[in-house]
């Protein structure tokens, strides 16, 4: 099983700053088989990114995916009120799919 | 538009069973993989099954294998998964998700709550 670790934990940011987001696998995930989901609370998780770096439908292009191999990044440019949020990594290359721990974006 | 509805969600004891129904509609049911993810409170998502259109390829994970079942009836658009002896650990929101990769779609989640 492919272990997903995020980091950090949480991220204290302001408004209009960038975000950067880590997830390391323990395992090399094959074809850049990684998404990102961000998750508000009460809802369920919302795909951000698949393919490491390719944006799903109606996703804004301040939110990149970059990476290979164990080491995956998701970054936003310019962070938005409304991308105050946990998110989430997750492998798709192998069975089990398995999701990273989280990291939390909160408002500094 | 597509929408995924959970039910059959609640308080259950342990070594209890409860059955989850999700109807799906705003899309053609018979032709999508369909999982079921699981989260538990302040953790990330586990993937819990996934069924083929067909049902007849499952994955189950090996946290509930031997005690959870997919199941599908593509004639009532509806995706189920029977829980038998449900373990405290067991205590999560269980999501209905169109495909086994990266859903896009998602129900709102039915709680289980596993206690004595």
């Known amino acids: 099983e492919i272990v997903l670790t995020q980091s950090p934990g949480t991220l204290s940011l302001s408004p209009g700053e960038r975000a950067t987001l880590s997830c390391r696998a323990s395992q090399s995930v094959s074809s850049s088989y990684l998404a990102w989901y961000q998750q508000k609370p009460g809802q369920a998780p919302r795909l951000l990114i698949y393919g490491a770096s390719t944006r799903a439908t109606g996703i804004p292009d301040r939110f990149s995916g970059s990476g290979s191999g164990t080491d995956f990044t998701l970054t936003i440019s310019r962070l938005e009120p409304e991308d105050f949020a946990v998110y989430y990594c997750q492998q798709y290359g192998s069975s089990p799919r398995t999701f990273g721990q989280g990291t939390k974006v909160e408002i500094k | 538009q597509v929408q995924l509805v959970e039910s059959g969600g609640g308080l259950v004891k342990p070594g209890g069973s409860l059955r989850l129904s999700c109807a799906a509609s705003?899309?053609?049911?018979?032709?999508?993989?369909m999982s079921w993810i699981r989260q538990a409170p302040g953790k990330g998502p586990e993937w819990v099954s996934y069924i083929s259109s067909s049902g007849t390829s499952i994955y189950t994970a090996d946290s509930v294998k031997g005690r959870f079942t997919i199941s599908r009836d593509n004639a009532k658009n509806s995706l189920y998964l029977q829980m038998n002896n449900l373990r405290a650990e067991d205590t999560a929101v269980y999501y209905c998700a169109r495909g086994q990769q990266t859903p896009v779609y998602w129900g709102q989640g039915a709680l289980v709550t596993v206690s004595s």
């Open positions: 705003g899309f053609s049911f018979s032709d999508h993989y």
